[in-house]
């Protein structure tokens, strides 16, 4: 199966700092890759789609680059309701298969 | 609005079997694949399964391949998960999740329901 890595684990920001999250896939997932956010106690919710596409009512500070096995999800000025848990996932290939996730939190 | 509702979960003993149900409403339900997604307790998410929108293919994770079984009734807007044998590691929060329409391939997730709690435990 595609193994996904995420990088860093956790990641600290003082307000007003971008967010670079990483994912990298233990094969070429072309670019069938999401990623996604979670809030405690919430179900994840869908932020970008195929590398790059945001989602439907996702704001522009998210954006999200890359294809084969490098992914990048960044938060320009992330918003203090951004500081959640962040999985990537790729579809390129069964099993589908889900990062360990990158926890951003406020320094 | 677009909406999935889970149902179903509880505590049940290790060997048990349980049968979550997902509500859909607000979009044409037969017209998508529907998947199965769980998190244990302070863990990430896992994929469990998926269905075709016909019925007509199915998908396991190896972790739940011949203990769980995923259905659907497009008559009632209405996807399950009967999971058999269940084991400790099978304890988690259950989402269900709509799969966007794509070219190719499954696409990805979204739309998800609020997640229904399974315990496994003695």
């Known amino acids: 199966e595609i193994v996904l890595t995420q990088s860093p684990a956790t990641l600290s920001l003082s307000p007003g700092e971008s967010a670079t999250l990483s994912c990298r896939a233990s094969?070429?997932?072309?670019?069938?890759l999401a990623w996604y956010q979670q809030k405690p106690g919430q179900a994840p919710r869908l932020l970008i789609y195929?590398?790059?596409n945001r989602a439907t009512g996702i704001p522009a500070r998210f954006s999200g680059s890359g294809s084969g096995t490098d992914f990048t999800l960044t938060i320009s000025s992330p918003e203090p309701e951004d500081f959640a848990l962040y999985y990537c996932q790729q579809r390129r290939e069964w099993p589908i298969t889900f990062g360990q996730g990158t926890r951003l939190e406020i320094k | 609005e677009m909406q999935l509702v889970e149902s179903g979960g509880g505590l049940v003993q290790p060997g048990g079997s349980l049968r979550l149900s997902c509500a859909a409403s607000?979009?044409?339900?037969?017209?998508?694949?529907m998947n199965w997604v769980r998190q244990a307790p302070g863990k990430g998410l896992e994929w469990v399964s998926d269905i075709r929108g016909s019925g007509s293919g199915t998908f396991y994770a190896d972790s739940v391949k011949g203990r769980f079984t995923i259905s659907r009734d497009n008559a009632k807007n209405s996807l399950y998960l009967q999971m058999n044998s269940l084991r400790a590691e099978d304890t988690a929060v259950y989402y269900c999740?709509?799969?966007?329409?794509?070219?190719?391939?499954?696409?990805?997730?979204?739309?998800w329901g609020q997640g229904t709690v399974v315990t496994v435990s003695s």
């Open positions: 094969q070429s997932v072309d670019s069938y």
């Open positions: 195929d590398a790059s």
């Open positions: 999740a709509r799969a966007a329409i794509v070219a190719l391939g499954t696409g990805p997730f979204d739309i």
């Open positions: 607000g979009f044409t339900f037969s017209s998508y694949e």
